[in-house]
């Protein structure tokens, strides 16, 4: 009986217990966080929920007014990060969360000034792209680009993302509110409101747990530092292409093929302002004068308005291949040399170094890539030609490219001074002056190139060799549009369009075979990314595992939609046109 009344006393001191736990932890978390819901803390809650959307509404009504895609779930999301970020500050006591409050609205003040300035120079959200470019600008490239693009807005801009932190001067005495459970709750919920959100966009297509990634990134603060994750990928997965062996099946074939083979890279240089492509200056005369010995392809596009990815598409068949063109040659007993008047050294080793290292002879005569990250000097392709003549006076088979500096901003710094501007004959008609300048050092830049091709060939008329003269992809010089630079969301085919000429010397001339493919291939509607399979057939390399239907010069090759980045091409050439009175070359 005693047992029986031991037991039922210690069931009878259950509830009790549990009242007095329920009591502790009520007790304790209003001491953690002084749960209330006053005015004070509405005004608190209002605060901090401004303080960090205001980094995110500049550079959004940037956008806006440059047209640039956006809309209310861009809006929606930022609020809800928003909330997020200040639940987080709730967690910490009034002494530290000014701190944190601070150390965010630094990290959010960078991301966001990041933003503006490309919206406001190039018209261009932040990507992987654009930041690699960065990655890989020098001292010289970046002066170039603030006094071409930088002017008073940026300052604007500078002084507007500083209102955050006047802000929280101002206010520091409300954002010291003792925290509250009510606050974090609902700053917590906001936060997590696009799951339910997300989850019924996607019972329209009866997938609901799919997709449901929290779009963290559409708060435009934080793009700039997702798109250096990015690229930081991006840097690695060049840096383990190159050099690799394993390319079983490759062999030289026994065709005859020129001894010398020289790819012009250009940089920026877009067809539509080449004469010899019908542009009403005569920026290419030299060229014109070896007509006879070229053949020009009439539609070539690069597939990425960055030199880095159009570079990669090129010298590699695929994209997630492991080798180059470089390495399949050098496979066979081939030399490569690549001889650049492009920096090699930003703010890294650039990408474009990383993804030729392999070559077996490595030339850079820019006097920006040594290890001196403060040199300016200017560097102009001139500077190729001693590496050149040095390359050829290798005996036997090799493959020579050349990268210029070419047509990249800024142009007046691309030809030597004593460079005469009278060269161009035909004068522009009235432009407003900021424009003509610009148009006019683009296309004396674009004449400058011609006058270096036509010193290579000079140096090659004799010899047995073939020449491919082409650009990584072009410029936008408000030809198509009111814009200057390339690589902005609104992409023309003054971006795009790429020249692709071949030029051979008299002893090429007579091998028939390979004269009769070229001529035949010459319209083809096709991109850089085809460029592997055009050297590797012009150079007499036999690589089994090659889908010789991407090749413009194989029989069964056959023409497919092309993209630039993710767009249509066809959808560009649709959305511009060169139409007259606008533009000066109508008569």
Known sequence: MDLYRKQLKRCWSIPINLRKYQMQTETFLNRRFKQTLSVASLKVSFLM????????????CLRLATEQQTGLKEIVIAFCVSAGMAALCELFPKSRRIHLMHFLGLFLFLGSLTASIFTISIASDVNRFTISAILDTNPSEALDFMSTF?????????V???????????????????RSLSRFIIFSLIFLLPYPLMAIRNMKSQVVWKSLDYPIFIYIPFQPYSALIDALKYKRKLSAIGGHQDMPGIRKSNKAVPETIVVILGESLTRHRMGIYGYCRDTTPFLEREKDNLIIFSDFISSFPHTIPAVHAMLTPKEDSNYT??????????PVWWISNQPRIGVFES??????????????TNPNSGGNLMSIARSYDSNLLPAFEEALSYKGQKIIFLHMLGSHHSYDQRYPQGFSTNRLLQALPHLPGNIASQVQAYDMSVLYSDEIAHEILKLLQKRDALLIFTSDHGDEVYQFANFLGHGGDVLTPAMTDVPFIVWFSEQVGHQQEVIKRLRNAQNVHATLNSFFYILADLGGLEIPTLDQHNNPLSAVFYEKERYVRNMKYRDIRKAFSLDCPDYWCCH
């Open 160 to 178: 507007l993302l500083t209102i955050p932190f006047c802000f929280l001067m101002i206010f520091r005495g409300s954002f010291s509110h003792p």
């Open 49 to 60: 929920l401004l303080y960090f959307f205001v980094f995110f509404i500049i550079p959004f």
């Open 325 to 334: 063109i470089i390495d399949a040659f050098q496979k066979v007993g081939i």
């Open 150 to 158: 930088l002017d008073y807005k940026a300052g604007i801009i500078l």
């Open 351 to 364: 990408d474009l170094s990383v993804l030729t290292e392999s070559a077996e002879q490595h030339r850079w």
